[in-house]
């Protein structure tokens, strides 16, 4: 599953809305490997700002 797909998904789990917190909390249950970088949670601002939105 893609970064885009799991931020999705966690938005669908939680009826369409998601603060950052949250969405950072339950990455790792889609993208297990995404706390594997330094800057992981830059990586899913972006990703929010220029795709989900």
């Known amino acids: 599953m893609a970064k885009v797909q799991a931020i999705t998904k966690v938005l669908t789990d939680n009826g369409g809305v998601a603060s950052l917190e949250m969405i950072y909390s339950n990455m790792d249950k889609y ?5 594997k970088t330094r800057d992981w949670q830059a990586g899913i601002r972006q990703i929010h700002i220029c795709r989900i939105r």
């Open 31 to 35: 993208y297990p490997k995404i706390k």
